[in-house]
Nanobody
Framework: QVQLVESGGGLVQAGGSLRLSCAAS????????MGWFRRAPGKEREFVSV????????YYADSVKGRFTISRDNARNTLFLQMNSLKPEDTAVYYC????????????????WGQGTQVTVSS
């Protein structure tokens, strides 16, 4: 079992920044690919970004590319999402997820999920 707890969400003005964290416990963190997903009001959950177990490979949704940066600290069992130049359309509940093996965009391939953290971007 892997337990995931997100933090760092909040209210920010358009153009501002937030840094989300996801603390993992329960299993060896370094063996897992980690992803960020989000669910906007009235919409389905969507892929945001993924990072492989070592941090060497990352991938982003087109909507966040160039503005968001995913990273991880395996020594601290923590995943991060640095979000810059935030837009009102980034408003959503953000979830981190883990799967053993390679990183994928499909949320159905992830075994473990956090409870989510709310990000609200005002215009």
């Amino acid at each position: 079992q892997v337990q995931l707890v997100e933090s760092g969400g909040g209210l920010v003005q358009a153009g501002g920044s937030l840094r989300l964290s996801c603390a993992a416990s329960g299993r060896t963190f370094s063996g897992y690919a980690m992803g960020w997903f989000r669910r906007a009001p009235g919409k389905e959950r969507e892929f945001v970004s993924v990072i492989n177990w070592s941090g060497a490979i990352t991938y982003y949704a087109d909507s966040v590319k160039g503005r968001f940066t995913i990273s991880r600290d395996n020594a601290r069992n923590t995943l991060f999402l640095q979000m810059n130049s935030l837009k009102p359309e980034d408003t959503a509940v953000y979830y981190c997820a883990a799967r053993y093996g390679s990183g994928l965009k499909e949320e159905s391939m992830y075994n473990y999920w956090g409870q989510g953290t709310q990000v609200t971007v005002s215009s």
